[in-house]
Each structure stands twice: as C-alpha cells, then as structure tokens.
C-alpha cells in the first residue's frame, strides 16, 4: 500500500547538480531577455553577423548540388562520425593552409589532427571538460570573451585575469602572474592560456606578431608538473578589413603539442550551420571524442558536408571578399558616429579595430555601466538602446573589475540602424554624467 506522505509532488525539493549551480544567472541569458522583452530597441549588444549578407544564394546552390548525387545525398543524411565528416576535414586542411600562406604538406598535420564541433563554442567547452578539475586555472586576456568566462564558472574552475594593451595579452605581465602562482604554490592548478588571437570580443585588439610566438614558448617553459595548452580562439580571424592577416598562435608551435586552435564558419558564412572546428595536439585527440561522443557522437552531418560543398565550389573567398566590405562599412559608421556624438565628453574614448564586430568604449571611471547602473537603465528604457556592460568581461573578484566600459557591435545594425544607436546612447551618457 502507498504511503501518504502529505506532500505533493511538487513540493518535494528538486536537488540539482553542482555543475547547474556553478551555471547559474549567466549574463547571455539576461541580455537575451533583455532583447526579447524590448523589442523596439536598437542592439548594440547583440554579437550577431549581418542579416543581409547570409549566402543565401551560396548556400541553396551547395544544397543544390549536394541533394543531387543520391549517394553523397545519403551520406549527408546519416550519421556521421564524432571527428567529424571525412570530406571537410581534408578540406579544411587545405583551407588552413591558405589562411597561413603555407603549402598543406608543411602545416605537419592531417585529418586526424582536426575535430569538427557545433561552433567553435563546443570545442571550447569540450577543452574546458576534459582539462578543467574544479578549482583549476586558466589564464585570460583582461578583458575578454565573456561567455569563455561563464564556462569556465561552470566548470567551478578559476578564471585568472592578465592585462592587456592593444597588442593584446602582455606578456610580462603573464610572466609575472605565473610567478605569482609558482610562488603561491598554485602553478600545478594552471592547466590552459585563453586567448581571443584577432580582433578580441570585446576589446578589437590583435595579438602582435611577436606576442604570438612568445605566448608558445612561455607556456612550454612554464609547463614543468604538467603541460599548460595555450587555447586560441580565432573565431573572427577572416573578418579581417584594413591591415594584413597574420599566422595564427597555433602556427608558432611547430611541434604541435602546446597550442589548441578553435575556428569557426559562424562569422565568416553562416551561424545557422552551427559548424566549428579545431587542430588539437594528439594528447587530447582521444580524451576530447570520448567527451564530445558522450554528448552528441558527431556534430550535424549534413551541415558538414554542405560546407565541405561550399569550400569545393570555390565560392567561399568572395563571400568572404563581400562580408569584409559590408564590416568595414559598418564599422566605419560606428567609428563616425562616435566621432559625431562623444567625442566631445570629456574621459570618452574608444578602440578603432582592424577587424572583429567590435568597439570597445570606455567612459569616465564614474559612470558605471552594469545591468543595475542608472546608465543602463536611462540606455534600455528611456533611449531604447542596449549595449553590454564592460564588466562582464574581465574575471577576477567582481570588486576589482572595471565598472566603466561597454562592448558595442555594429554586426546587425544597418549604418543608418548604428548611427541611430550611437546617437541614442551619446544621449544616455551625457544624461547621467
């Protein structure tokens, strides 16, 4: 016979897991709502690519000829592997290649070195799950990628800020912090350098030449109980405008045993298609398809194989040649308008980047920008214009961070949409100072 305990069923507690608590309130997910619950505002928040400039065109033609071989059709539509489909993986070999300036025989990798992820996102998780042990550390740019920053929180790892300038991470500066940690007898916790190699959400900056060879050869000399990988997420490499590309972090490790190199289609062709991918060193080959076929045993097939399509057509490049025009006019508008509206407030400047969707703003030390800041609510409500608080993006103690900044992307806004929002937000800035 059942016993009546009283309760009902849903006043019987629900115990999460610690991983759900770790992920608890992320700041995405507020700016989503903020988005969804405010329609009418302009978003210069949202780190979306342009609307218009999706390959529609590029993308029916290669669905096109992809559905019009029964059996290539058929293999799209199955399964595919965990590593990823076969026939992008061996393009994308020649695709790097190019991206270095190299001949594919002298990248010293084949297919077996490249991992195929939903987004460059998964892969950046994926590192996080399989090098990450609660408590661990991993050393980012100060700023940097806020959402990085969240899963490493979710890991209940310990993101460790290291100041930037706009050659982006300094490395005497990262010297001195694992010194700081060797001597706090933290250094076997250091397991991973972060860093966002071009046009760094939020900050536009780009690794220097130089920087980019140091960072490999400080990571190796200070791997001494355990190998620190240096993660380098160049998901907006190809939005490049007006300077010229430079080899990747990963191309200074010749080796191939210190630097993971995460990419993505997302921002140069399409985030619907969700395909990312990344070079690993043959050390975590293994334990990274164990965790990701845990979660999904191979990324979308068919999206994979309708890339590999594109890259075979030849039509990449100049979709590539027409999105970097359309950035470089959006970012101009952005850089003109805040010439226009700030530049005549006192303690406002900004970041010009050479590429990226990005510009980076600081405002006078008094002005807060957070979700609670009387700017941003005179911003969101009264002006009807978003960004993202500055804060967001540095880690460390929530005391020590700058209160002052914000991240402004001119991807989705039309030039008219970005002068309109800057003209918003200049408002906003001079109303609260």
Known sequence: MAVDSGLTHTSVPVRLSRRAEWTRKQAIGFLMQQAVENPGVISLAAGLVDRDSLPVEETRSAVEVLLGDDERARDALQYGTTAGAERLRSLLVEHLANLEGCCPTELGIDTNSLILTNGSQQLLSLVGQVLLNPGDIC??????YFVFLGTVQGLDARSVPVATDEDGMQMDALEKELQRLQDAGELERVK??????????????????ERRAAVVEIARRWSKRQRIFVLEDAAYRELCYDVPRLPSVWSFDPSCETVILAQTFSKSFSPGLRVGYGVLPKELIEPICDRKGNEDFGSSNFN?????????????????????????????????????????????????????????????????TGFESPLFERATKTEQVMYVPGELCYAGPAEERPRHQMRLSFGVQSPSGIEQGMQRLARAVRAVI
């Open 139 to 144: 050393l980012v740019a100060s700023p940097t």
């Open 192 to 209: 991973l350098i972060y860093l966002v190699s071009d046009y760094e959400n939020p900050s536009g900056f780009r690794l220097s030449s």
């Open 304 to 368: 994979q194989h309708l890339i590999a399509t594109v890259l075979g057509q030849g039509r990449y490049a100049e979709h590539i040649r027409l999105i970097c025009n359309s950035y470089r006019i959006k970012r101009d508008a952005m850089l003109a308008a805040a010439d226009r509206y700030f530049a005549d407030i006192p303690g406002v400047n900004w970041v010009h980047p050479h590429g990226g969707l990005y510009v980076w703003m600081t405002l006078p030390i008094s002005v807060e």
